[in-house]
């Protein structure tokens, strides 16, 4: 899946411009700068299918990128902090409030998380409301090439225990790195099944 044609569908800045809910979809959640587009890359093979930033808030639409026609992957802007005039990120929280809540064909959300700061609140929140509206979603730790295999293990842990606490049961943590690929292959693999399911 992840081998074939990739491209760029359409980019949502308002609800009324989200494309037809008619494939399923894989959304990157999390907060400004964790590293969601450049994890749409590496998983796509593309160095730059999705823009990336060192600037929190670069992603600043609802973007889809079709997969050979059987699967979507949505690269949503970043909550949270982000180098942008309140009232914007005031409307990207809201249309990505909108889209997760209501999207039917929306399988997976990949709740990015950086390895080095672990749960924010912002994370909290985005999983409580996801529970609500009974979406799967699976917690990726990202950046793992910046910290060391103990660090990695304890943030590991403390995001375990946080999702054992919550009333549904996940799929497993990812550790992932787009800069090594550390755990990009795995996560491939994962993702692709949901396309066969
Ligand atoms: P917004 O669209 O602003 O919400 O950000 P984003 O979550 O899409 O983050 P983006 O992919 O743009 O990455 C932010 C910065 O982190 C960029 O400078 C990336 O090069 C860097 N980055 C992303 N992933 C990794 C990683 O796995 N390792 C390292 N070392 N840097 C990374
Ligand atoms: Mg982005």
């Given at each position: 899946l992840f081998a074939g044609p990739c491209e760029f569908v359409a980019g949502a800045a308002t609800e009324?411009?989200?494309?037809?809910?008619?494939?399923?979809?894989?959304?990157?959640?999390?907060?400004?700068?964790?590293?969601?587009?450049?994890?749409?890359?590496?998983?796509?093979?593309?160095?730059?299918?999705?823009?990336?930033?060192?600037?929190?808030g670069r992603t600043?639409?609802?973007?889809?990128?079709?997969?050979?026609?059987?699967?979507?992957?949505?690269?949503?802007?970043?909550?949270?902090?982000?180098?942008?005039?309140?009232?914007?990120?005031?409307?990207?929280?809201?249309?990505?409030?909108?889209?997760?809540?209501?999207?039917?064909?929306?399988?997976?959300?990949?709740v990015l998380v950086d390895s080095r700061h672990g749960l924010k609140e912002t994370d909290i929140e985005v999983m409580t409301m996801l529970d609500q509206a009974a979406v799967v979603y699976q917690v990726v730790l990202t950046k793992a090439d910046k910290v060391g295999a103990s660090a990695l293990a304890q943030v590991r842990e403390t995001v375990e225990a946080s999702l054992r606490k919550r009333p549904a049961a996940h799929p497993d943590i990812a550790v992932t790195s787009?800069?090594?690929?550390?755990?990009?292959?795995?996560?491939r693999a994962e993702l692709a099944a949901l396309a066969e399911a």
């Amino acid at each position: 899946l992840f081998a074939g044609p990739c491209e760029f569908v359409a980019g949502a800045a308002t609800e009324s411009a989200l494309p037809p809910s008619d494939i399923i979809e894989i959304a990157f959640a999390g907060r400004s700068n964790v590293g969601k587009s450049s994890l749409l890359n590496a998983l796509t093979g593309r160095r730059s299918l999705a823009r990336t930033s060192q600037t929190p808030g670069r992603t600043q639409q609802i973007n889809f990128f079709d997969l050979g026609g059987r699967m979507r992957l949505v690269d949503l802007p970043g909550y949270g902090y982000a180098k942008a005039s309140k009232a914007k990120v005031g409307a990207w929280q809201e249309l990505i409030r909108l889209y997760l809540k209501g999207r039917p064909v929306l399988r997976r959300v990949l709740v990015l998380v950086d390895s080095r700061h672990g749960l924010k609140e912002t994370d909290i929140e985005v999983m409580t409301m996801l529970d609500q509206a009974a979406v799967v979603y699976q917690v990726v730790l990202t950046k793992a090439d910046k910290v060391g295999a103990s660090a990695l293990a304890q943030v590991r842990e403390t995001v375990e225990a946080s999702l054992r606490k919550r009333p549904a049961a996940h799929p497993d943590i990812a550790v992932t790195s787009s800069e090594t690929r550390h755990g990009i292959e795995s996560l491939r693999a994962e993702l692709a099944a949901l396309a066969e399911a």
